[in-house]
């Protein structure tokens, strides 16, 4: 398996989804926009409001997944990666993924207490394409 590939093919999504856990222990599944940030296969940042309902199910149950796709004319290919998703306030892991237009979702900045960092943590994976599925660690 090339994991290079795989993260090529990350890199080019626009969108991703993210997966976490509710009171029930259903998985509760939300579209977002691709990850700020990405080490490798290991670690992917995403930002967030604090009050959202994902950070406190994240809170209660750190079990997550991602999932990145792409659906051509002929050919699907998709990349879940499971693993566990981490709330960070800090101001420096908040300051790292800030972007310039952010103030758009939050009004006081990069200090706005309503924004957080999503950290997922990548254990293993599963790789789709041309009829095929294979599953990966991640170390």
Known sequence: MDLKKIEKFIDKQKVSFICSIDNENYPNVKAMLKPRKRNGLKEFYFSTNTSSMRVKQ?????????????????????????????????????????????????????TDPDYCVLKFTAKSGRYYCDLKTESFDIK
């Open 58 to 110: 994240y809170q209660k149950n750190s079990n997550a997944s991602i999932y990145f796709y792409h659906k051509g004319l002929i050919k699907y290919i998709g990349v879940m990666l499971k693993g566990t998703m981490e709330v960070l306030t800090d101001q420096e892991t908040k300051n790292m993924i800030w972007k310039t237009g952010d103030t758009l979702f939050y009004k006081k900045g990069v």
